[in-house]
Nanobody
Framework: QVQLEESGGGLVQPGGSLRLSCEAS????????MGWYRQAPGKQRELVAV???????NYADSVKGRFTVSRDNAKNTVALQMNSLKPEDTAVYYC??????????WGQGTQVTVSS
């Protein structure tokens, strides 16, 4: 069992930056992949970024070049640095973890609102 707790959401103006952080309740060495999904009102949840144990990462086309995902195995955390934010980035952002045995865990979500 893994509990995930996100922090760092909020209100930011277009062009601004936010950093989301997700802390796992136990060591993430056995977690094969961690990352972030988001869900905007009236839309399906979509993958934003993922990073595996080896540090390889992938991003949705809509955030490439603006968002950076990172993980710190010593601190059991994964972070999402979001730059050049746009109104269409407004959503609830969810941290997730996929363990090596195929179990999937979600955080409770954190709201990101990009508006002037």
């Amino acid at each position: 069992q893994v509990q995930l707790e996100e922090s760092g959401g909020g209100l930011v103006q277009p062009g601004g930056s936010l950093r989301l952080s997700c802390e796992a309740s136990r060591s993430i060495f056995s977690i094969s992949a961690m990352g972030w999904y988001r869900q905007a009102p009236g839309k399906q949840r979509e993958l934003v970024a993922v990073i595996n144990t080896g540090g390889s990462s992938n991003y949705a086309d809509s955030v490439k070049g603006r968002f950076t995902v990172s993980r710190d195995n010593a601190k059991n955390t994964v972070a999402l640095q979001m730059n050049s934010l746009k109104p269409e980035d407004t959503a609830v952002y969810y941290c997730y973890a996929l363990t090596v045995v195929g179990s999937f865990y979600w955080g409770q979500g954190t709201q990101v609102t990009v508006s002037s």
